[in-house]
């Protein structure tokens, strides 16, 4: 079981916006900064957003991140095929003394 | 171009030992902190370990007083030195660098198995 909370899968339709949480504790969402991971079938891990809200180069900007509290969350607008991936959030965690992964969401594109 | 290139995967038996290697490259090399993410066959990722830039190291509960991470810069390189492996630790093993950005460079992974 996870230190962080994501829920296990999520769908919708090319153009659809979606959004996928990330619920941890004070210990690490809530006094560190969040980051979100793509994984691709077959592919290495990629950053998509980074200190809660902040884009790398060559990101969409239809990813957007956002933190509240002990809960982050990622939001995908205007759905696409390619976007059919695993995600998951990663946070330093200051009890453990380590990073932590979400679970990961499974994103199904209809 | 960057690059991180793992090595030394393989099948090992319950209670042995393995040696990962990741060699790096295109980025100065001695001034970056260094990860091992592991993925079970089927399950979500794993954070391993990490390595700073002054020998720092950090582990994961499940792997700490049995895997050691280290760095050589000199060959722009680091490891993980996998003891006392178990089947839970069966995974596709992946390089990462930590940058301003998060991990933002990845190797391709290395398939760990441990079996009789």
């Known amino acids: 079981q996870s230190v962080l909370t994501q829920p296990p899968s999520a769908s919708g339709t090319p153009g659809q916006r979606v959004t996928i949480s990330c619920v941890g504790r004070?210990?690490?969402?809530?006094?560190?900064?969040v980051y979100w991971y793509q994984h691709l079938p077959g592919a290495a891990p990629k950053v998509l957003i980074y200190?809660?809200?902040h884009r790398p180069s060559g990101v969409p900007d239809r990813f957007s991140g956002s933190k509240s509290g002990t809960a982050a969350s990622l939001a995908i607008s205007g759905l696409r095929s390619e976007d059919e991936a695993d995600y998951y959030c990663?946070?330093?965690?200051?009890?453990?003394?380590?990073?932590?992964f979400g679970g990961g969401t499974k994103l199904t594109v209809l | 171009d960057v690059q991180l290139v793992e090595s030394g995967g393989g099948l090992v038996q319950p209670g042995g030992s393995l040696r990962l290697s990741c060699a790096a490259s295109?980025?100065?090399?001695?001034?970056?902190?260094f990860h091992w993410v592991r993925q079970p066959i089927g399950k979500g990722l794993e954070w391993v370990s990490s390595?700073?830039?002054?020998?720092?190291?950090y582990y994961a509960g499940s792997v700490k007083g049995r895997f050691t991470i280290s760095r050589e810069n000199a060959k722009n390189s680091f490891y993980l030195q996998m003891d006392s492996l178990t089947d839970g630790d069966t995974a596709v093993y992946y390089c990462?660098?930590?940058?301003?950005?998060?991990?933002?460079?990845w190797g391709q992974g290395t398939l760990v198995t441990v079996s009789s």
């Open positions: 004070s210990s690490n969402i809530g006094n560190n900064h």
């Open positions: 990663a946070v330093w965690d200051n009890s453990l003394s380590a990073w932590v």
């Open positions: 200190r809660e809200n």
């Open positions: 295109g980025f100065t090399f001695s001034t970056s902190d």
């Open positions: 390595i700073g830039t002054s020998g720092d190291t």
């Open positions: 990462s660098r930590g940058g301003d950005i998060g991990l933002d460079y």
